[in-house]
């Protein structure tokens, strides 16, 4: 698996877009800039959700207007969060993907996707007059909870991507090697 990770990233990083992308100057800042900003939009709106959720922010406001009043900036957040963020992996690819912290960024992200659907699963199969009460039932206590941890693993992972202290180049022990990607005698970038 991580052969063909790395031989995916080799093609993205060989072509001329994706060297381009890296190499700007100003574009790539302006990506990165925008992921963050987007990042804050979306996370501070799905956060303010789940504090709702949680009884711990505006507890006289029914739940299911909390979101659905901030559910289109989120979503719009989101979106313009993920397209900077595949921009950012396709400007250095092979970097990227051989990440210890971007896998794990990964896994949380995949991880969050999971609970949001549960979660609305949860919500709509839940008891009326709920979204009223200071605080949701426990399943959507708990959804909110680990939307939260995911969301702030998910953060902290994306600024220690930059930050990479088990990059392949420095030939780390076995285990964090098989975990990053690196595969012997590969090119270093």
């Known amino acids: 698996m991580n052969e063909r990770i790395y031989q995916f990233a080799l093609w993205l990083d060989g072509k001329a877009s994706s060297t381009a992308l890296h190499e700007s100057f100003y574009m790539y800042n302006w990506i990165e800039s925008t992921h963050v900003l987007a990042l804050m939009i979306s996370l501070g709106m799905l956060f303010l ?20 009043k901030l559910n289109v900036p989120m979503l719009i957040g989101f979106s313009v969060m993920m397209v900077t963020g595949l921009l ?4 250095i690819p ?7 912290w971007f896998r794990i960024k990964f896994v949380l992200l995949i991880a969050a996707a999971v609970n949001a659907l549960l979660f609305h699963r949860r919500m709509r199969a839940a008891p009326a007059g709920w ?6 039932p426990g399943n959507l206590r708990l959804g909110a909870a ?6 702030v693993g998910i953060v902290i992972c994306g600024r220690f991507i930059a930050y990479d202290w088990y990059d392949c180049r420095e030939e780390p022990a076995a285990l964090i090697a098989a975990l990053a990607g690196c595969i012997p005698g590969q090119e270093v970038f």
């Open 131 to 136: 979204d009223t009460a200071p605080r949701a």
């Open 146 to 151: 680990l939307s939260l941890a995911f969301w």
């Open 94 to 100: 092979v970097r990227t993907s051989q990440s210890l």
């Open 88 to 91: 950012l992996f396709y400007a």
């Open 49 to 68: 959700i789940d504090l709702r959720m949680l009884g711990l922010a505006l507890p006289s406001v029914p739940a299911t207007t909390v979101a659905q």
